[in-house]
C-alpha cells in the first residue's frame, strides 16, 4: 500500500455472511467529548447499546450516566444492507433524527442519520447501504 493510503472497507463475502459470522457493517462516532471522535464499530447481527457497567454491559458501553445499561439494539443484515435501532425500554429514550422512538419500536437508520441515547448523539455510518 502507498504511504498515507488509506485501505477500504473489506468487501463482505456472500458465504462468510450465510455462515453466519460478525460482519462488519458500520460505526457509530461522536464528537462530543473528544474533538478527534470516538468510533464504535456495528456488527451484523444484534448490537446493544447501553450505560457501561462492571460485569461486561452492552456491545457498546456509554459513559452516560443518562443512558440506560440495555438502552436500545441495533440489527444490522449485511446481505440486505439494511440496519435497524430498537428502543429496549429505555428510561431517557432513543432517538432517531430526533423524533422518539418507543420501546420496542423497530427503525431503519441510514448513512448519516442522526442516533441519540441519553445525553450521547452518533452519526451512524453504515458501510453498505
Known amino acids: 500500500m502507498v504511504p498515507g493510503a488509506v485501505a477500504g472497507p473489506p468487501m463482505v463475502s456472500s ?7 460478525r460482519v462488519l457493517v458500520g460505526f457509530l462516532v461522536t464528537f462530543q467529548n473528544d474533538p478527534g471522535g470516538s468510533f464504535w464499530p456495528v456488527y451484523s447481527g444484534r448490537t446493544q447499546l447501553g450505560r457501561a457497567a462492571a460485569d461486561g454491559g452492552p ?8 443512558a440506560s445499561s440495555r438502552h436500545a439494539s441495533i440489527h444490522a443484515d449485511p446481505a440486505t444492507g439494511q440496519a435497524f435501532i430498537e428502543d429496549d425500554g429505555s428510561r431517557n429514550g432513543t432517538f432517531l433524527n430526533e423524533q422518539r422512538l418507543s420501546p420496542g419500536d423497530r427503525r ?13 448523539t452518533f452519526v451512524v455510518k453504515l458501510l453498505v447501504s
Open 108 to 120: 431503519q437508520v441510514r448513512d448519516n442519520d442522526r442516533l441519540r441515547l441519553g445525553s450521547t
Open 15 to 21: 458465504a462468510a455472511v450465510a455462515a453466519g459470522s
Open 59 to 66: 456491545d457498546i458501553a456509554l459513559p452516560d450516566a443518562s
